[in-house]
């Protein structure tokens, strides 16, 4: 099985590994660290009326639905492979966790998919991944997992779960490039409330066939950071301004930040995402209330109900 038919742009060749390899790396300064904020509160209490999003660091959120608890991409390591040690500490304890009704990854990068994390997990957890990458789960135990193609949905604890695309790609061994599919998640409560986990992209097209068939996105967990240089990385991550245009694209109202601030992946300094994605935002003219610029554990709370 291979999902390269799905690659936006071509995958780097050995040139442009050399070439970025001449010009220094990937790697940034840490010099900038004691600025991320940190704000560990621990989670809001569940409620059947209430939705709640906490970013736990990277592109890992613990969403909280009417009572239902969603994972999204769980990273508690400190270490991942290829990376410098995690700069911010996980914003919620693992052991703060509650029951956790699904997981959902986003792709199988090892900034997403963790296996010290997943390891952590009870095998009967509800797990949720792209096309190719269920195995990967079965082969460890787990119980529960549903495969799904971009546009294919499950029903998981009352929630539906669509996998929708990305522009990105997957690899996780030296053999495996592209055999698991990525992409992003759009949950939708019974009453309408919607919300989307990006997962890692690039900019372009999907994200306005997402927004086209998921009309109401309210919040859009989005990455804003890892996009230097820019010539490497504009494929597959997106820049902080062209994080606020995606979310245009969307049609969706609010935008929480993530993928920034946890680990040193590119050069642009530790800090910068934050204060870029706040000067894109205002010369959009769009209401600074509305970005979600949070805190590593910092959470957000709204009533359930459609895009308010």
Known sequence: ?????RLTEPLPTPRDLARIMREGGFRGSTANAHRIPVQRDGLPAAAADRISWTWVGHSTYVVRIGGVTVLT????????????????PPGVAWQELPRLDAVVISHNHYDHLDTPTVR?????TPILVGAGLGRWFRNRGFSSVRE???????????????????HHWSRRGLFDTCRSLWGGWVITAPDGTRTYHAGDSGYGPRFAAVGERYPGIDVAMMPIGAYDPRWFMRPVHLDPAEAVRALG?????????????????????VDEPLELVRKAWAAEGRDPADLWALAVGESRTLPLGPVR
Do not use: N, Q, Y
Not at 1 to 5: K, L, P, T
Not at 120 to 124: A, H, N, S, V, W
Not at 153 to 158: D, F, P, R
């Open 1 to 5: 099985m291979s999902f390269r038919d």
């Open 249 to 269: 694209d969307l049609g969706a109202r609010r935008l929480a930040a993530m993928h920034w601030g946890t680990f040193v992946l590119t050069r642009e300094p």
């Open 120 to 124: 952590r997990l009870p095998k009967d």
């Open 148 to 166: 799904l193609d971009w546009w294919e949905s499950a029903e998981v604890a009352g929630l539906r779960f669509d996998f929708v695309p990305a």
């Open 73 to 88: 991409d769980p990273v508690w390591s400190a270490k991942i492979p290829g990376v410098p040690r995690r700069i911010t």
